[in-house]
């Protein structure tokens, strides 16, 4: 689907990503749990965005639907379930020491992924290729090419679901 | 236009992000959070790789249908699991979940 902009796409590049790796950083960093989740419903939002960038509004609206309508609700609901007894957050003491490794192995990886990146920039595609991605060539992909994945996600989808019930049913 | 670069620099960034989360932080429901960042960094990088091949093709983006559904369920047992382990130990901390330790 093609989406006219009626700004240039490297500048809403940057602030998309730039609005999900903050948000992603809060969602770890803040305070108060609570305000963790918003941050990170925010940086849902974002990747939404770097979808449609993508040619991908299915994706996108997917991302919003499930992750920001249902993941990040689930979350709020089970912060308000258990602070509601323990009255404060996790106290996190002892982090400054792990913090410190944590960082190293974390800025280790990514830079080490981003450099490969980089080193392989020149063979990469700097532009997209011509030709675009529809919704509607999704719909046969999925039920022709990937059937079987299709139905082992039902039924592991409802495994789930009655597992999830099954674990956090009080027994009395 | 934007290089693919950018998106893989993009998802590696979140990448690190999450793996700090998950290395560093005690409480359950945030290890949660770090997860799904990591889920997402890597449904970034499929959704660039499936863009950028000539011609572009839809599979990747139904990969990325399934690692949404996938992590959707694991979010909701996750957050069951985590209600269970509050009400057995009365706390989320990770490093206090040593009730199986001999």
């Not at chain 1, 249902?70 to 792990?98: D, Y």
């Amino acid at each position: 689907m093609e989406i006219a902009l009626a700004v240039p796409p490297d500048a809403v590049f940057i602030v998309l990503t730039t609005i999900t790796l903050l948000a992603a950083i809060l969602a770890l960093q803040a305070k108060e749990l609570i305000y963790g989740a918003i941050a990170l419903g925010i940086s849902f939002i974002g990747i939404a965005g770097l979808f449609i960038l993508l040619d991908a509004p299915y994706l996108a609206m997917l991302q919003i639907a499930i992750y920001v309508g249902a993941v990040v609700v689930l979350i709020l609901f089970t912060i308000m379930l258990v602070r509601r007894e323990v009255g404060e957050e996790v106290v996190e003491r002892g982090e400054r020491g792990e913090g410190a490794a944590g960082l190293w192995i974390a800025g280790l990886l990514a830079v080490s992924i981003a450099g490969l990146a980089a080193l392989a920039g020149p063979n990469l595609a700097s532009t997209p290729p011509a030709g675009v991605l529809s919704v509607s060539e999704l719909g046969p992909v999925l039920v022709t090419d990937y059937p079987v994945p299709l139905v082992i996600l039902a039924l592991l989808l409802s495994a789930a679901l009655l597992g999830a019930l099954m674990l956090a049913k009080v027994e009395r | 236009m934007v290089a693919l670069v950018s998106y893989i620099i993009v998802s590696a960034a979140l990448l690190g992000i999450g793996i700090y989360g998950l290395s560093v932080k005690r409480n359950a429901i945030r290890i949660l959070f770090a997860v799904e960042i990591i889920v997402n960094a890597a449904n970034i990088n499929f959704a660039a790789f499936t863009r950028y091949l000539n011609p572009p093709n839809v599979s990747g983006q139904v990969i990325v249908f399934y690692s949404i559904a996938a992590s959707a369920m694991e979010a909701a047992v996750g957050l069951a699991l985590i209600l269970v382990a509050f009400r057995v130990n009365s706390s989320i901390d990770v490093r206090k979940m040593d009730k199986l330790k001999g």
